[in-house]
């Protein structure tokens, strides 16, 4: 059973920046992708960015230019830098990660005040 824990979650002013990650409890390099997504309250949960083994991401259009993602399979870590914050990026960021089957962190609380 793989174990994911983010962490880097709080409060920030528009305009500012949050670095989130990821802590995996097995070794990422045969993780297929790994990523994050969030839920605002009273909406679906949605994608944000994605990672694969090969090292090529995904982001949804909401965010990117904004934010990056990036993985050290050494750490066995995945992070997410987030730039340029908007109070509608308020949600619960959750960890992602696909190996044949997939594996949700609890989730870090993400809130941007305007």
């Known amino acids: 059973q793989v174990q994911l824990v983010e962490s880097g979650g709080g409060l920030v002013q528009a305009g500012g920046s949050l670095r989130l990650s990821c802590a995996a409890s097995?070794?990422?390099?045969?993780?297929?992708?790994m990523g994050w997504y969030r839920q605002a309250p009273g909406k679906q949960r949605e994608l944000v960015a994605l990672?694969?083994?090969?090292?090529?991401?995904h982001y949804a259009d909401s965010v990117k230019g904004r934010f990056t993602i990036s993985r050290d399979n050494g750490k066995n870590t995945v992070s997410l830098e987030m730039d340029s914050l908007k109070p509608e990026d308020t949600a619960v960021y959750y960890c992602?990660?696909?190996?044949?089957?997939?594996?949700w962190g609890q989730g870090t609380q993400v809130t941007v005040s305007s």
């Open positions: 992602y990660a696909e190996v044949i089957q997939y594996y």
């Open positions: 097995e070794n990422i390099s045969r993780f297929n992708v």
């Open positions: 990672i694969n083994r090969g090292g090529s991401t």
